[in-house]
């Protein structure tokens, strides 16, 4: 496979970085000045997206995987016997 | 212009006009696997009627535009959640399995994640295993995608029958390729707005993961999807300086390389 200098990466991607970011604020300013509802509850979701933002500026794994398992749901291993599924073969 | 395979995508949901845009743009060749109607079949009979529809029409509406038609049967992890219906259908899967164009079974797999849609699953693999044929999974979306795949994988692997490269994973993405290929499966990344994957997502994961086993389809359906996905793929890893050849294996070689361990399978480029 090709490699590309990160100069590359950046010539090609910088604008389009630019552009998801501005996105991502204006999104985010869409929910501040929306109006609160009288029986507000706190939304699971809010949680997600906070971490998703915190997880870019981060590196310590790769972002699109760590972004990716914060919007999953857990996997529990002990699923099959819950469901009462027994291991058949 | 390059020469692709559209591994995954649904036909019967599509215009002649996207077959023709199709073949401009280099497709040789497409795999239809069964899926949800986008509404739940009524009967047994429904889906005797769909597999016809997917074994004998659709075939003879893209060869008029040069493309090799292949499928897969099943019923969708939408409907498995009516087990009696799903035995039904399972029991008459066998009726189609003469015909030329198929390939397997598939996509089956899981839709959110439930006890009745494990249940039908597993009665697919055990199908599979009586009849040695391919197995093409569909995993599910969003949120429901990691704990899906990770129960899909364990039962797999619970049924030694199953022999791992026999099986496709399909729509991965960055957080689950890695299970699917370290459990020995091959696996299709889907090019699909907003729920899946885009060119340039799934060009990275080549870049990282590499070649071998991995294929790009469109899943292209009744909802918002692109049945040129693929080209976007190849345009993709051409603008990023990628050889022909590593591209060719990709959307080309490694489709034929899976298909070919199918008996039925003896399509060749030369047809084309
Ligand atoms: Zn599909």
Redesign the pocket.
């Known amino acids: 496979m090709r490699e590309r200098s990160k100069s590359d990466v950046l010539q090609t991607d910088f604008l389009e970085i630019r552009q998801r970011i501005l996105d991502l604020a204006a999104m985010l300013d869409r929910y501040d000045t929306a109006l609160e509802e009288a029986d507000q509850k706190p939304d699971p979701r809010l949680a997600q997206i906070r971490e998703g933002i915190a997880a870019l500026s981060t590196s310590d794994r790769p972002r699109a995987e760590s972004v990716q398992r914060i919007f999953s749901l857990a996997y529990d291993p002990d699923w099959q016997e819950n469901f009462g599924l027994k291991r058949r073969f | 212009m390059a020469r692709y395979i559209d591994p995954?995508i649904?036909m019967v949901s599509r215009t002649t006009d996207d077959y023709k845009r199709m073949a401009l743009a280099g497709c040789a060749l497409v795999s239809e696997?069964a899926?949800w109607a986008g509404f739940d079949r009524s009967g047994v009979e429904g889906f005797r009627d769909y597999f016809r529809q997917l074994t004998d029409f659709e075939g003879k509406r893209s060869r008029s535009y040069g493309i090799a038609h292949y499928t897969w049967l099943c019923i969708n992890a939408k409907e498995a959640e009516n087990i009696e219906l799903s035995r039904e259908v399972i029991a008459m899967i066998p009726e189609f399995l003469e015909s030329s164009t198929v390939l397997g079974i598939g996509?089956i797999g899981l839709n959110i994640n439930t006890k009745n849609e494990s249940t039908v699953f597993l009665e697919h693999l055990d199908l599979v295993a009586k009849t040695d044929e391919l197995v093409l999974v569909?995993t599910p979306h969003l949120a429901d995608k990691y704990q899906g795949t990770r129960m899909i994988l364990d039962m797999i692997k619970g049924d030694q029958r199953i022999t791992p490269h026999r099986v496709c994973i399909?729509h991965v993405e960055e957080h689950t390729i890695a299970l699917a290929l370290d459990a020995g499966h091959w696996v299709g990344m889907t090019l699909y707005p907003i729920t899946k994957c885009t060119p340039q997502r799934a060009a990275d994961m080549v870049e990282k993961y590499g070649t071998d086993r991995i294929m790009v389809n469109s899943?292209g359906?009744w909802g918002h999807s692109d049945p040129l996905a693929v080209p976007e793929f190849i345009f993709e890893m051409k603008k990023r300086g990628h050889s022909e050849l590593d591209i060719q294996k990709v959307v080309f070689e490694n489709p034929l390389t899976f298909f070919r361990q199918c008996k039925r399978f003896d399509w060749s480029p030369i047809q084309a």
């Open positions: 995954h649904h696997p899926f996509e569909h399909d899943a359906d």
